[in-house]
C-alpha cells in the first residue's frame, strides 16, 4: 500500500503478485514478503554449500575459500534462527486464536439476549485465518546463491530489492538495500538501519522499557490513511479505506494521539505497542455523520498493524443521506484502538452535495466519484469482512485501560435522536457496536428533574419540606424522601435512556467482577451519566449510581489542535490556584470564606483576585496542578443579550469563548485542571452545531480534566464537596498516586449522609483512570 510506484500521478492498478515474482519487473522484489518462488530461486539444501555437492570443499587453504564457507555457515545459522522464529510465530499465532475464540464463545454468552444471531455479540465476529505461508516460509536466498533468471546473461544480476512498494498491496513488504544478501535474523538482533532520503520507510522499532512496568514495548509511526472522496453527494454510495501506512498518503488528514501515544513533526501517530511479537490486532472505529452503511458491516473493522510496512486496510461502502441545504460539511472519524486501548484518531473533512454539479453529472463522472479517490487503489479492493477486534482477557493493565470505553455520537447532538455507540474492553473479545436512537424530548424532561432536586434540597436544608410546615417536618422522613427521589430518578435514566449494547455489557462485565472504570466520550453532554442506577433485566438486581461505584468521566470530542485527544492519564499536585470573587448583598456567599480557609491548608496554594485582570494573570501564570473557582455561575437564554454560559467575576461575566481566547497561547504545553465550583458551570447544551459549555470548552483549552456543577449549587454543600475533595487528594497522596475518580465516589456517597443532592451534580470530564501524583 506504500506509494513510490505511481510517482507520475500513474492510477494503473497495482501489479499483481505473478507479475512481481517473474524477475522481469527491474526493482520489484518480494524479498521479506513471504512469497517466495522457489521456481525462480531454488534454495540450496541446508547441508551443502552453493556451488558444491560436499561441505568440505570449501575448507581448503585459500583464504577466500575459507571466508566464504565462514560466511556460509553464518547465512545458515541465521536461516536456521528464522524458520525456528517462524514456527514459533505460527505456534503463538495458533494459540491466540484459540484463546479469542474462547473469549468471544464467553462475551457471546453474556450477550447472547441482545445479539442472539448465531449467537455472536454484535460486532464481534469470527477472526481470519492466519495467512500460514507469510509467516512460515523462509525467505529468499541471499543473491548470491540464487540460479540467474533466464534471459539474463550469465553475469546478469537479479534485480534489486526496491526502495519502495511497486503497487501491490502485500502488507508484508518491506524495502531493503540492494546490497542486503543474508535472511533477516532474528527481531531481537534486527539493527536500525539509516533511513534514505525521499520518503524512505521508516527503521524498525525501538523495543523501550514500558512506563507502566508491564513489559517492554516498541514504538511503531504510522500515519492514519483515510481514502475517501473530497466532496460526495447525497443518495450516492461512496468508499472510505483507512490504514496506518509509513508514508503520508493523505495530507488534509488531522490526527490526534491518546495518552501513552504521540503525534510526529509530520504528521504521523507515534504509538507504544507490546514487544515480543511482528503484529498487532487494531480496531478501527469509522464515525461518519450523515451516511448509512451500505455494505452489511459494522462501523468498527479490524485490521492488522506489522512490525514493519503498511497495515492491511479496512474498507467501508456508505450511502450519503439526502441533506436539506444545497450544500453540508461532514467528516470522517476514525479512532483507532489495539486490545482495548485507545491509540489516537485521525479526521477528514469531506462536503455533501445535495444534487451534483452540473459538469459532473455524466455517468462516468458520477461512477468515478461514487469510487473515491484512487491515491491508494484501495477503492478496486474487495470489500473486508466486516470484523471487529480479537482481544484476550485480562491482557491490558487496569491501570491504563478502561474497563468499559464507550464512544457515543449523535447526528444532530442538538436534537438527540439517532445515535451509534461503540464500546471497547480489554475483558471482551471485541468491540461491540449498535446504533439507538434518544427521544429528543429527554432534554426537557432532565430540566424538570434537576429543579426538583434543587428545591427537594432547599426544602431539606431549611428542614421545611414544599407542602409541610415547619411544625409538622420530620428532617430524617424528608431526607429518606430525596435519597427516594433521587434513586427513582436514577432508575428512569437507566430505563428508558441507556442504549441496550451498554446494558448487555456492563452486566457482562459486573457480575464477572471486571468492571471499576467507565469512560464515556460523546458529541453531546445531555444524558447525566453519573446518575444513571443500573438494574437487571428481570430487576432482581440493582446497582448504586455509576458516579459512586465506578471512576467514571466524560470526554467531549473535539477538532482543535489545542485538545488532546484522549485525556491524560497522570498529573502532579503542584497545588491549587484559586479565585474567589468578593460578592455584596444578595450575591454574597457565606460559605465562600469557609471554602477557602479550608483550601488554604493546602500544599501549594496561592490566592488570587477575583476580577478579570487577575484571572487573566492566573491563566497565563498557572499552566500545573488546580485552578479552583469558587463563585457564581449562570446560564441565559440565547435571545437573552447575555452570555448562555457565564462565570460572575468581580467586573465582569466570563463566557467560555472570551476563555478560550484568554488561555490559547497561555498554557504552552501544560495542562491544568480547572474546578468551577459554580452554579450551572457543569451544564453543557448545543448552539449552533458544536458543543458549548464550560466542560468542552475548558478542554479544548488543552486542560487535563474539569470539574462542574450541573445544576445550581448551594453554597453550604458546595463549600464541603470542594473541600472534601482536595482533603481526600492531599490525605491519600500520603501512601501513593491517587485516582482522582475514586476521590469523586467517595465525595459523592456523603449525598446518602446528607440526604443533601447537591452532592449529585458533580461532572467530571477527564481521564476515568487519572491518577494524582506527588510532585
Same mark, same amino acid.
Given at each position: 500500500?506504500?506509494? =513510490? ?71 545458515? %545459522? ?41 449467537? !455472536? ?65 532474528? /527481531? ?61 498518503? +493523505? ?41 448509512? /452503511? ?9 485490521? +492488522? ?12 461502502? %456508505? ?41 459532473a453529472a455524466a455517468p462516468s463522472a458520477t461512477a468515478q466519484r461514487t469510487a473515491a479517490p484512487a491515491m491508494l487503489m484501495l477503492a478496486s479492493a474487495p470489500p473486508q469482512p466486516a470484523l471487529t477486534g480479537s482481544v484476550q482477557l485480562d491482557n491490558a493493565a487496569a491501570d491504563e485501560v478502561p ?122 453532554? +445531555? ?9 437487571? !433485566?428481570? =430487576? ?11 471512576? /467514571? ?35 454574597? %456567599? ?29 491563566? =497565563? ?40 481566547? /484568554? ?33 468542552p470548552a475548558v478542554l479544548a483549552g488543552g486542560a487535563s480534566g474539569f470539574i462542574g456543577g450541573m445544576w445550581p449549587l448551594t453554597d453550604r454543600a458546595a463549600a464541603a464537596f470542594s473541600s472534601d475533595f482536595y482533603g481526600g487528594i492531599s490525605t491519600r497522596l500520603k501512601d501513593g498516586p491517587v ?14 449522609? +446528607? ?15 487519572l491518577q494524582v501524583v506527588t510532585q
Amino acid at each position: 500500500m506504500q506509494s =513510490g510506484a505511481n510517482e507520475g500521478g500513474d492510477n494503473s492498478p497495482p501489479a499483481s503478485p505473478d507479475s512481481a515474482n517473474d524477475g522481469s519487473s527491474a526493482g520489484s522484489s518480494d524479498y521479506g514478503s513471504g512469497n517466495f518462488d522457489g521456481g525462480s530461486q531454488e534454495v540450496p539444501p541446508a547441508d551443502v554449500a552453493p556451488g558444491s555437492s560436499n561441505p568440505d570443499a570449501m575448507t581448503g587453504n585459500s583464504a577466500d575459500e575459507a571466508a566464504q564457507y565462514e560466511e556460509y555457515k553464518r547465512q545458515e %545459522l541465521q536461516r536456521q534462527q528464522y524458520e525456528e522464529q517462524a514456527r514459533q510465530q505460527s505456534e503463538a499465532q495458533r494459540k491466540y486464536q484459540e484463546d479469542a475464540a474462547k473469549s468471544s464463545a464467553a462475551a457471546q454468552n453474556n450477550l447472547a439476549d441482545t445479539y442472539p444471531k448465531g449467537g !455472536a455479540a454484535a460486532g464481534a465476529e469470527p477472526l481470519q485465518p492466519p495467512d500460514a505461508q507469510s509467516s512460515t516460509e523462509p525467505p529468499p536466498p541471499p543473491v548470491d546463491q540464487a540460479e540467474i533468471a533466464p534471459g539474463g546473461g550469465d553475469n546478469a544480476p537479479l534485480p534489486a530489492p526496491a526502495s519502495a512498494a511497486t503497487g501491490a498491496e502485500s502488507p508484508q513488504e518491506a524495502a531493503a538495500p540492494a546490497d542486503v544478501e543474508p535472511p533477516p535474523p532474528p /527481531l531481537d538482533q534486527v539493527e536500525n538501519a539509516p533511513g534514505d532520503a525521499g520518503g524512505s520507510p521508516a527503521p524498525p522499532p525501538t523495543t523501550v522499557p514500558s512506563p507502566s512496568g508491564n513489559g517492554a514495548e516498541v514504538e511503531v509511526v504510522r500515519h492514519p490513511t483515510i481514502d475517501a472522496p473530497d466532496e460526495v453527494v447525497a443518495g450516492e454510495t461512496v468508499t472510505v479505506s483507512i490504514a496506518l501506512t509509513e508514508e503520508q498518503l +493523505t495530507p488534509e488528514v488531522k490526527v490526534k494521539a491518546a495518552p501513552g501515544s504521540s503525534v510526529t513533526a509530520d504528521g504521523a501517530l507515534a504509538m507504544a505497542m507490546p514487544a515480543g511479537t511482528d503484529q498487532w490486532p487494531i480496531d478501527i472505529d469509522l464515525f461518519a455523520t450523515g451516511f448509512d /452503511l451500505a455494505d452489511g458491516g459494522k462501523w468498527s473493522r479490524l485490521t +492488522t498493524l506489522y512490525r514493519e510496512g503498511d497495515s492491511d486496510f479496512v474498507r467501508f461502502d %456508505l450511502k450519503v443521506r439526502p441533506i436539506a441545504k444545497d450544500s453540508k460539511p461532514s467528516q470522517f472519524i476514525a479512532r483507532i484502538y489495539s486490545a482495548g486501548k485507545f491509540l489516537g484518531s485521525a479526521s477528514r473533512p469531506v462536503i455533501v452535495q445535495r444534487a451534483a454539479p452540473v459538469e459532473a453529472a455524466a455517468p462516468s463522472a458520477t461512477a468515478q466519484r461514487t469510487a473515491a479517490p484512487a491515491m491508494l487503489m484501495l477503492a478496486s479492493a474487495p470489500p473486508q469482512p466486516a470484523l471487529t477486534g480479537s482481544v484476550q482477557l485480562d491482557n491490558a493493565a487496569a491501570d491504563e485501560v478502561p474497563d468499559l470505553d464507550v464512544t457515543i455520537l449523535y447526528d444532530d447532538p442538538s436534537g438527540l435522536g439517532p445515535g451509534q455507540i461503540i464500546i471497547h474492553s480489554p475483558h471482551l473479545a471485541g468491540p461491540v457496536t449498535d446504533t439507538f436512537s434518544t427521544p429528543p424530548q429527554m432534554a426537557t424532561w432532565l430540566d424538570s428533574e434537576y429543579r426538583r432536586l434543587l428545591q427537594l434540597g432547599l426544602g431539606l436544608r431549611s428542614a421545611v419540606s414544599l407542602q409541610q410546615s415547619a411544625a409538622s417536618s420530620d428532617p430524617e422522613a424528608q431526607k429518606h424522601f430525596v435519597t427516594l427521589a433521587a434513586e427513582g430518578f436514577g432508575d428512569a435514566l437507566y430505563k428508558d435512556y441507556v442504549p441496550q449494547a451498554f446494558k448487555d455489557v456492563f452486566w457482562s462485565l459486573r457480575d464477572k467482577g471486571k468492571l471499576h472504570s467507565i469512560q464515556i466520550t460523546s458529541n453531546s453532554p +445531555t444524558l447525566p451519566w453519573e446518575l444513571i442506577r443500573p438494574q437487571s !433485566a428481570d =430487576g432482581a438486581t440493582r446497582d448504586g449510581f455509576l458516579g459512586m461505584n465506578y471512576r /467514571l468521566a466524560r470526554w467531549a470530542p473535539r477538532s482543535t489542535s489545542s485538545q488532546v485527544d484522549n485525556p491524560l492519564d497522570r498529573m502532579a499536585f503542584t497545588g491549587v490556584a484559586t479565585v474567589a470573587p468578593s460578592y455584596v448583598d444578595k450575591q454574597s %456567599l457565606p460559605f465562600q470564606e469557609v471554602e477557602i480557609d479550608a483550601l488554604s491548608k493546602l500544599a501549594g496554594y496561592r490566592r488570587f483576585g477575583g476580577d478579570f485582570v487577575s484571572f487573566e494573570k492566573l491563566v =497565563g501564570e498557572v499552566s500545573t496542578g488546580f485552578i479552583h473557582f469558587s463563585g457564581h455561575g449562570e446560564v441565559n437564554q440565547p435571545s437573552s443579550g447575555r452570555p448562555v454560559f457565564a462565570i460572575d467575576l468581580a467586573d465582569q461575566s466570563l463566557d467560555p469563548d472570551t476563555w478560550g481566547a /484568554l488561555v490559547a497561547a497561555a498554557h504552552g504545553k501544560g495542562n491544568p485542571f480547572y474546578f468551577f465550583n459554580a452554579c450551572d458551570t457543569g451544564k453543557s447544551q448545543m448552539l449552533g452545531g458544536f458543543v458549548q459549555g464550560w466542560g468542552p470548552a475548558v478542554l479544548a483549552g488543552g486542560a487535563s480534566g474539569f470539574i462542574g456543577g450541573m445544576w445550581p449549587l448551594t453554597d453550604r454543600a458546595a463549600a464541603a464537596f470542594s473541600s472534601d475533595f482536595y482533603g481526600g487528594i492531599s490525605t491519600r497522596l500520603k501512601d501513593g498516586p491517587v485516582y482522582l475518580a475514586e476521590v469523586l465516589q467517595g465525595v459523592r456517597k456523603r449525598f446518602y449522609e +446528607t440526604g443533601d443532592p447537591t452532592y449529585l451534580a458533580y461532572t467530571f470530564y477527564g481521564n476515568a483512570n487519572l491518577q494524582v501524583v506527588t510532585q
